[in-house]
């Protein structure tokens, strides 16, 4: 059984259109996140969620929403796409508990913009 | 300033030899955790090996090792025994409580073992 899954695996699509990303977790963790990596293998936080609160990292485009519909689903919303959004994707989770709060990722989404 | 600091970016070994891989952090939170991650060529992100700031042991998992030296803010990792399907991307992170858990990755270490 897949911990943590995302789908698409790949995704080609045209500047300006809109786009969601879904991610699912069954490890019971309360806590999601979202990656991005760059083309220079570079990873960046993008938000973490529980059903308390959203942490959105200041540098990332109002275009990204994350949208939750349970604790087990955090998708990734972008709206008008831009060429510089072309990157991989990296959904992850862990549990708030004392200790080291592993985060497990996703197998990635592969997005290009064209 | 840089948080976390990978300074290698890509390495070779030989096959069954140990390796180490240099992480160097920046945080004045008291309470942290180090993380590295593998990367195989496929693109998923494996997790290896977890150390807490206020742990006072050197984590190990298998053949991976953390040698954490809290003064010197390092926690490079140790991998024994180097097999040819550890080529990979590796990647420090850490997880400060006052930043919301998040992690915050180095720029990664290109690991290439040769047989």
């Known amino acids: 059984d897949t911990a943590v899954s995302q789908t698409p695996k790949y995704l080609v699509t045209q500047m300006g259109n809109d786009k969601s990303i879904k991610c699912e977790q069954n490890?019971?963790?309360?806590?999601m996140y979202w990656y991005k990596q760059d083309s220079k293998k570079f990873l960046k936080i993008m938000f973490s969620?529980?059903?308390?609160?959203?942490?959105i990292n200041e540098t990332v485009p109002n275009r990204f929403s994350p949208k939750s519909p349970d604790k087990a689903h955090l998708n990734l919303h972008i709206n008008s796409l831009e060429l510089g959004d072309s990157a991989v994707y990296f959904c992850?989770?862990?549990?708030?508990?004392?200790?080291?709060?592993?985060?497990?990722f996703g197998p990635g989404t592969r997005l290009l913009v064209l | 300033a840089q948080k976390i600091t990978q300074t290698q970016p890509g390495m070779f070994v030989q096959e069954k030899e140990a390796v180490t891989l240099d992480c160097t952090y920046d945080t004045s939170d008291p309470s942290y955790g180090l993380f590295w991650y593998k990367q195989p060529s496929s693109g998923e992100m494996i997790f290896l090996i977890y150390?807490?700031?206020?742990?006072?042991q050197n984590a190990t998992e298998g053949r991976y090792s953390l040698n954490f030296q809290k003064a010197r803010k390092s926690a490079n990792l140790v991998i024994s025994a180097s097999q040819l399907g550890d080529s990979a991307m590796y990647f420090c992170a850490m997880r400060e409580k006052n930043a919301g858990n998040m992690l915050t990755f180095g720029g990664g270490t290109r690991l290439m073992v040769k047989p």
């Open positions: 150390q807490g700031s206020y742990d006072q």
């Open positions: 969620y529980n059903n308390k609160e959203l942490i």
């Open positions: 992850a989770s862990s549990q708030r508990t004392s200790g080291g709060e592993t985060q497990y």
């Open positions: 490890l019971g963790h309360d806590t």
